[in-house]
């Protein structure tokens, strides 16, 4: 069964450094997603991007935030300046369908972002 | 705005035993709800999806979750517990604000007991 691959599964990287965050998404999805999940807490919705742009995004998801499809395979996260609360498990999601759809989001296994 | 509630924290059952996890959600239109389970070290794996129709729904690994639109519930059940449930639950659902956008819940930790 295909799935959404993320790298790394663990990160770590000191505060004020930026930090990309890369995912493949199922090959015939077309809309992708970021998620975080702070340790002990619920998971968030960043941000969603369709068509090489963003449909939606969080108020977590503000200027230190960016989303890129560079090509035709990778969705990349990207945080340019961490900060220590960017600590947390951030997940990317596919989907087949977005608008009005009836596809679920896939998930992948996560990247463990820690900052020192 | 959309939330979920779960209400259990953790639960403990037996292996063999029943299970019914809460999931309670507040949201203005029809509902796209979802369970989904995430073991240790993994992702968030989709158990199963409401969307219409009949209001109880059949996943994988032998679960189903009954969408009971008075109660603004989805419900997840299973009929027998086997150690391999053992992991943490969580209740989603589906704001349509033009694109799907996913509302968690704090999520239930499962936990079997022999």
């Known amino acids: 069964e295909p799935e959404v691959t993320q790298t790394p599964s663990h990160q770590v990287t000191q505060m004020g450094q930026e930090v990309i965050l890369r995912c493949v998404p199922i090959?015939?999805?077309?809309?992708f997603y970021w998620y975080r999940q702070i340790l002990g807490q619920k998971v968030e919705f960043l941000v969603s991007?369709?068509?090489?742009?963003?449909?939606?995004k969080s108020e977590i998801f503000d200027d230190q935030f960016s989303v890129e499809r560079p090509d035709g395979s990778n969705f990349t996260l990207k945080i340019r300046s961490t900060k220590l609360e960017d600590s947390a498990m951030y997940f990317c999601a596919s989907s087949e369908g977005g608008r009005y759809s009836n596809q679920p989001q896939h998930f992948g296994d996560g990247t463990r972002l820690s900052i020192l | 705005a959309q939330s979920v509630t779960q209400p259990d924290i953790h639960i403990t059952v037996s292996e063999g035993a029943s299970l019914e996890l809460r999931c309670n959600y507040s949201?203005?239109?029809?509902?796209?709800l979802f369970w989904y389970v995430q073991s240790p070290g993994q992702g968030l794996q989709l158990l199963l999806k409401?969307?219409?129709?009949?209001?109880l729904v059949q996943g994988i690994k032998g679960f189903e979750a009954e969408f009971k639109r008075s109660q603004s519930s989805f419900n997840l059940r299973k009929p027998s517990v086997h150690w391999s449930d053992a992991a943490e639950y969580f209740c989603a659902v589906g704001a349509w604000t033009g694109f799907q956008k996913l509302v968690f819940g704090t999520g239930t930790r499962l936990l079997v007991s022999p």
């Open positions: 409401y969307f219409s129709g009949d209001t």
């Open positions: 991007f369709y068509n090489n742009e963003i449909s939606e």
């Open positions: 090959s015939n999805h077309l809309y």
């Open positions: 949201y203005g239109a029809t509902p796209y």
